[in-house]
């Protein structure tokens, strides 16, 4: 009998000669009960498996949905889904055994170099949920496909997905996760998130475009009702890495078998290009909250897929930091650091020259200036405090050090003034990001300068607080100006690692880096041609001048300063050699 194209690994339901055995995993339990089909069924142990339960039965045909009950001690857990189950019902509250749909990939992977990736980061319920977006099926998976054209137009190529696996839609982030590879069915507009995920990766490929997923192995939503009723060795014990207090166990060995099942099948069957890990440094840790030096779920992770896809951790938890020294040999981790020190140099803090300059050759980190956590691009240039008492937890959540500004005025504002000096501050910042090489990331909507009104931590903010505003006009030439820039990134020595970096000051070869110095010059140079960037952070205008050329000439791509030799407060200049 043909069954789900989800191999096995010895757990969940397992077709066999005349039938279906289900087969799970639990600890210190007294009893465990199946409910299949709305009937319940006692489960025995296996004679050979320890802490496994099965139950086998002849005449059965799928699809069949099931839940596991559990009673240990005086505690009872119903409705358990099945952890190694890729499938619910369009509840969610159901483990579903199906038959994997047939799909045909008509593109293969488009195989990006990772020194010109530009990432666009994203939560597919907010990225078209409001009635600007104009598409047929808002805050799907299929609305996102709709929007493709656009992505593609704006020259991005790889898509970063939020957690898209099951979670409780309130939470509309997805970071509290109930299961790791059941999709959430509400992101599908007819509940087939299998095939919609297909769907979305099958036309990315066609315009060029990688999907990457976010992944949440950290931890879980509350472990009553997703692991911890299987084993409470599952999680970490007395040991909170995730500020959740329910930080999952990764290192465990059935622990890892469930989350490499779960990769396995966002490889293989949806055909993702690359994953992100939440939280990474969580999955580096013994059941003390130790960090393993070669920690066993990401060894075989990285020796599995290594060479299949592309590989991103956050290099922190809530308990600890390793940005230059994660415990991996194969991924990109996210650089805070350069993400910071642009910031406070946009807003003119001291010292944050010779920062930039020690970060400036790591190409095996990701670069962004904002994210889907923190304010968004126009909300750092508009807000020096967080506005977040609707999440609920009276403005004690979200980052504290923003490294924001808000250019004369706490929000939302029309002066003209503010708006100039805020527009430039942000076209400081984003130019100053694609001077570095390695993956870029942007935040959806930065690039038509979104907001989040001040909150910056909005994941519980299914509502307009979090949408991205396709109608909004704040300054509709930011989009054309962004476009630009990734343009002029991906087709020039910005994103060669093997470019020769000279640093100057106002005048050519003559670099300063005093504690005041608030001007940024760089030439990079390959064997096609030079690029120059300028930008001076600072009130007062400074004159500059470009370094004499051999052969050719300068062409200026982009200035916003009234005379490109004379930067203002937070302008730029952009030139290319041509000959």
């Known amino acids: 009998m043909k069954q789900d194209s989800t191999e096995h690994c010895g757990f969940g339901v397992i077709a066999e000669a005349g039938g279906f055995r289900f087969l799970v995993y639990a600890e210190n339990i007294d009893t465990i009960t199946l409910t299949l089909n709305d009937i319940e069924y006692p489960m025995e142990k296996a004679p050979v498996r320890l802490h496994t339960y099965t139950l086998f039965f002849e005449k059965l045909t799928p699809p069949f949905h099931y839940v596991y009950n559990i009673f240990k001690g005086k505690d009872f857990f119903c409705d358990l889904l099945d952890p190694f189950c890729p499938f619910t019902d369009p509840t969610g509250t159901k483990s579903v055994y199906k038959l994997e749909e047939p799909y045909s990939f008509d593109s293969s992977h488009p195989h990006h170099c990772p020194d010109k990736l530009v990432i666009y980061e994203l939560c597919v319920r907010s990225f078209t949920n409001d009635p600007s977006s104009k598409v047929k099926h808002p805050g799907t998976l299929e609305g996102l496909i709709e929007k493709l054209d656009y992505l593609e137009w704006l020259g991005v190529n790889a898509i970063e997905l939020l957690p898209v696996t099951l979670f409780h839609p309130p939470q509309l982030w997805g970071y509290m996760p109930r299961h790791f590879m059941a999709l959430a069915p509400h992101l599908s507009y007819d509940k087939k998130p299998d095939i919609s995920l297909k769907k979305l990766v099958d036309a990315a490929h066609k315009k060029g475009i990688e999907i990457y997923l976010d992944l949440v192995f950290n931890h879980t939503d509350s472990m ?344 203002e407060h937070n302008t730029v200049l952009i030139a290319k050699t041509v000959f």
Request: aromatic share 14%; hydrophobic share 35%; net charge negative.
């Open 224 to 567: 009553e009702s997703v692991l911890f009723p299987f084993c409470e060795n599952f999680y970490l014990k007395n040991y909170d890495a995730t500020g959740c207090g329910n930080t999952l166990n990764a290192n465990h060995p059935i622990v890892t078998t469930l989350l490499l099942q779960a990769v396995k099948r966002f490889v293989e069957v949806y055909n993702i290009d690359g994953i992100r890990f939440d939280l990474g440094l969580a999955l580096c840790r013994d059941e003390n909250g130790e960090i393993y030096s070669n920690p066993p779920f990401i060894h075989q992770f990285e020796n599995l897929y290594k060479k299949k896809i592309k590989i991103f951790y956050e290099p922190w938890d809530t308990a600890g930091y390793r940005l230059d020294n994660f415990p991996s040999k194969n991924g990109f981790v996210w650089d805070d650091l350069i993400r910071d020190t642009i910031r406070r140099f946009a807003r003119m803090d001291d010292g944050q020259l010779p920062l930039i300059f020690e970060r400036f050759h790591s190409p095996n980190a990701v670069k962004m200036v904002s994210c889907h956590d923190g304010f968004t691009l126009f909300d750092l240039v508009s807000y020096e405090q967080k506005h977040n008492l609707f999440n609920g937890y009276k403005n004690r959540d979200g980052h504290t050090g923003n490294f924001s500004s808000n250019c004369g005025f706490e929000g939302e504002t029309t002066d003209e003034g503010i708006l100039t000096k805020r527009i430039r501050r942000a076209e400081t910042i984003f130019t100053m990001l694609f001077c570095f090489s390695g993956p870029i990331l942007i935040n959806a909507g930065d690039e038509f300068l979104s907001t989040h009104y001040g909150n910056n931590n909005p994941f519980n903010q299914d509502n307009r607080i979090s949408y991205i505003e396709w109608n909004r006009q704040i300054y509709p030439s930011f989009k054309d100006f962004t476009k630009k820039l990734i343009d002029i990134y991906k087709n020039s020595p910005l994103s060669n690692p093997h470019a020769l970096v000279q640093f100057h000051g106002q005048n050519p070869y003559q670099l300063r880096l005093q504690h005041s110095d608030h001007l940024f010059v760089i030439t990079k140079t390959d064997e096609k041609c030079s690029i120059f960037i300028a930008a001076n952070s600072w009130k007062d205008p400074v004159e500059i001048s470009l370094p004499a050329l051999e052969f050719g000439k300068w062409d200026i791509l982009v200035s916003t300063a009234k005379n490109p030799l004379i930067l």
